[in-house]
């Protein structure tokens, strides 16, 4: 006997005072009336209750599920159980993936191999018109759809050109521009070639640095977007550009943070500082520092080093770029000579990306004896510096330009938001001359996962309803030769590679029931996982690209012994072959369950790739499969006799047998994929093509690299095991069909009892008494077979069962049924829809058995039964078994009187049955969290903490709360007088007219205010009523371009001083913090979860080796002094226990939630939050070859586009003059 329990008092004397109860109730003999009350609940009646209601549901859940005929047949057959070979099975999964990798790696290259040819053959070729295709498609009849592109209409013919909003007119694209499109429109044959040879190709494309992007296949562009292809976010700062561009790098960047600086040069600052945050990836490495001489580090966390550029680090960054601006004193020499040492010593420590090394400075101008430090680092220059002018002051242009070409940077002058992005993006197009001039190598770069719509893969933000994918790419070198040593980037070649296609290499089969695979690149950081949660609800969760392996994978271990795990991460990081054990928490049904696995983890590397596959397989009944396949060449038989009618359906993600080019022939379900085949592999000359295509290797004595095929459009995969096996088990499961007639036999260590009751149940047509609605088997192979009962009026409005369980093994009753079958082989899992009590007429309880069939000792999982009754028959089933005495003296209270509440809940602690309906799927901590925590304290149920950290929470910010601090309203009056004074030199300096006279050397779209790309929400800027602020970013481009207001951003009728940045408050820093979403702005921001949930003990049940009741009772818990005694019974064959409360006693009862919570971050003295300072020291493998010098750059003399400041100062001094004149 136990006692456990809570008072209802939550004051700290009454606690303690419970606790000396309990521990007196234990040693000394209960007094009288304790007693009394104790044995009011009938607890043998309890134990003959819970038995009687779990023998009669096993009895006829084995009767009317056939599952003794179907092992039978397994059994009859010959089916065998062989031991995995793990290491044997991940080389073999290892190899398909490098295989399929190596083909899109094959395609890229000959993509880049082709458009540097095409370049250097038309160097002089002459400017011819090009047609374009941009913010339309007119040969709409020449489209055709395929599942390859998500049934878009698409043209395989051509391919599209995509120009940047500057270049939307044609007949005001420059000579440079035309020449791009000219070239590049003799990568058509390749884009086709590509297509044809490559069965599961998706997108590819060229994009040049000069701002036009090819893609094929043509596309018809949707008007339900809402997005026309010249407000596309600038494709050159995607990391599949930006990181194929150059190789790895250490940034550090000087920002200029004083309050000195006026409101503009400050938002200029910011804007700058954030433009070059977006051009790093996870492979390289940042910091920021400001000029504040007492702390230059603009984060604490980042104190003198540089950190992996990682989601979580830049939205920290982000954050304090937003926030910084100090009033002391500015120490510009200070921060140069940190930023040097930092470099320095992560150079010579071996940290960081050991490659390119680079100092940004973003000022109006240094001071102090900058030129002394700049020597001083400057042996062999390993550190270039790239320079930033804020403002239209020009006076410290040359300073500024001298640091740049003195350190192989580059100099740039930031007067306003117009191509502030690209003048940024340059310094990454002078890294890669190095790259560029040997001309031997073309890293290929694999960008991290990310999730893309149907169409608008090009768009700044991430989409709910995409599918998950990465990018391959290659830089474009130029090997034109030029009158002045040059090294230019052409552009970037890639290819999206859907994540559905990896995974379709590393079948589900294969690993089995609970078994999974994962894939990890060199930074740690996962490419697919099963947990791996991109999107919650109706937004995408934040940091969701750079989620790492020790963030995914949930030891059950103590959160600060992780060893092993870390010890799994850094063998795979490092490309190893290897095997571990560890043993994880698993979580289902959207975080509600949870269970505890022990997984043999096997992985290993994907040559030629920064990534490594991994798989992991349950230790027990994960190390054997079944096998049982029949030879359909031998049948002497139809075999799509077993596949008739519309009670079956195959796992609709599985890879049966397809065709190579699906597009060429179409099927309306997986069903009819299936019988197609198999009526195909009865005709003459059938081969099973189970070998998917390989790269051919290169043929000898050819010039031609990258090799080319085409296969049959009628050429077909087909996984021979799998659709074998699917046969096979079809014809063991025909019986599911077919009404059995007679009773199956019992086992011999069954009582005659339960032969008779069993006998009686049939007699009465107990599945009418159960209330049956439907009966289905889903098996190993993917196959789900099921039969109705009764009529469709039984089964509500619900869709049916069959549409929404397709997935066989994938589904959660088949997981947990598997896990049950190591607990107690002889039982069925209960569960009903969560809440279903308050939200459906007629909820139907579903139960589920696990059949493992054995051979020579060993056991397989082969499939799993199952059974749908309607609720309201199982508890009029229930309450009539406990509202009757079986035992000899009778007894004083039942279930059906008011002194006893009953309860039956299932392993995680919901409520499956109880006396009030409506507590139906509900959590039975809501309903009574004091005797909850009874059950755990005595440990009946284990409380196991799950921490999500791919957390998603709300913003909590509110449109209209704030407005941007740096716009300050202008007095109309000096409006009227400016315009007055200054309208020609206000037109000579915005119109930007030293562009024309002058171009710089690099051309590209103007950018709309300078956050408009920084996913801002419509809450970010909320103009002054009183001000006319025009933004042009939703306006729509007309198709000649001569009325594009948004090429500058101001309105020129209204004349008024240069327009307010659109800059987020500094009050509204929580856009900023490293927990704000960028990829859904204003709905989520990041955060860090924790939930308790529960799993039944069911040994503490169990202790005597009998399943007698536990006997507790809560004391203390009323003023009275009474006490609320309860009993819990194990309900044999199932995951469920019995509860009886007894009621007399008004205990007052607390709720627990299952629901995970925030787990808040600390708060400083005025409530900010404190940086979370996360390990920087996690473990990561450099990827690729690292070229960052080539000794021939310096005969490179161009180091930016000074040539225009000169100009803008005359006109600076005209519009001076012009206005003394006009006073």
Known sequence: MFFAGGACCCCPVVAVAHVFVLLVAAVVSPVPGVRAQAEDIPHNEVKNWAL???????????????????????????????????????????????????????????????????????????????????????????????????????????????????????????????????????????????????PVLSWQYFGSTKGTLRRFPTLRWPSYSGLSPSALFDYRLNPWFVEAATSAKDIVIIADFSIALSDYKLSLVRATTLAALDTLGANDFVNVLSLESSNYEIVPCFKEIIVQANEKNLRDLRSAVAQSKFAGSSNFTGALARAFDILHKFNRTGQGSQCNQAILIITDGPFGPYKEILQHNKPHMPVRVFTYLIGKDDSNAADMNWIACNNKGYFEHIEDQRNLREKVLNYVLVMARPLIMYQTDHPVYWSPVYLASKVDNLKATDTIDGRLMTTVSAPVFDRRNHSERAANLLGVVGMDVYIDDLKKLVPAYKLGANGYSFILDNNGHVLYHPDFRPTQSDSVRPQYKTVDLSEIELPDVDTNNNTLLLELRREMIEQREGETTLKVKNHLDNMRRVSTRKYKYFYHSIEDTPYSLGIALPESYGMYELLGEEEIKLTQFNITEYFKGKNWKVHPDWVYCEYNYGNEHNFKTPEDRVLHFLSRTKRPGWKWMSLRSRMPQREPGTSQVYNTWRKEKDSHYCDKNLLQSLVFDALVTDSLEKQTSQISKVDKHKSTNALLRMQNIKNSQGHHMFGVTLTFIATRSGLLRWRDHGTANNRGPEPHFSETNKKAIDEVWYKRAIDQHNIEPESFVFSVPFNSGAGLDRPLITATHAMFVENKGHRAAAAVVGIQFQHSSIASHFINITSACTGMTGCKKTCASDDLDCYVLDNNGFIIISEQSHHTGQFFGQTDGTIMDSLVQDGIYKKITIVDNQGACHSGIEPGTDSASSLRPFQPVIWLVRWLLGRLAWLAIETNIYHVLFPEWIQAQNEDPIYSEYDLGPDEFVPDQGEKTTDQSDKPMTDGGGDDQGSSGNDYKDMPPHPPLYVPSMKNAEYFSPVYNRTQPGITRTCRKSVDLYVLQPNRLNMSGSFNPLKGKLTNCHATGCERPFSVQKIPHSNLILLVVDTLCPCGSKQLSIEPQEVRMATDESGQPVYNCQDQNMFRRRTGKCINYHPEEIEIKQCGSSSALLVTSYLILLSMVTAIWIT
Do not use: H
């Open 52 to 198: 009687k209601f779990g023998v009669d549901l096993w009895e006829f859940g084995r009767q009317i599920t056939n599952m003794n005929e179907i092992q039978r047949k397994y059994r009859e057959r010959e089916s065998k159980v062989r031991r995995k070979d793990g290491l044997l099975l991940i080389r073999d999964l290892a190899a398909e993936v490098k295989n399929m990798m190596d083909i899109k790696m094959n395609s890229v290259l000959r993509l880049m191999e082709a458009g540097e040819q095409s370049a250097l053959a038309n160097q002089e070729a002459a400017v011819k018109s090009e047609r374009y295709v941009n913010d339309g498609f007119g040969d709409y009849k020449s489209l055709e759809s395929t599942d390859r592109y998500d049934q878009c209409a698409f043209n395989t013919t051509v391919n599209c050109v995509l120009l940047q909003s500057t270049y939307v007119d044609p007949d005001s694209v420059d000579e440079t521009i035309v020449r791009d499109m000219q070239w590049t429109d003799n990568l058509d044959p390749i884009f086709v070639s590509n297509y044809e040879m490559d």
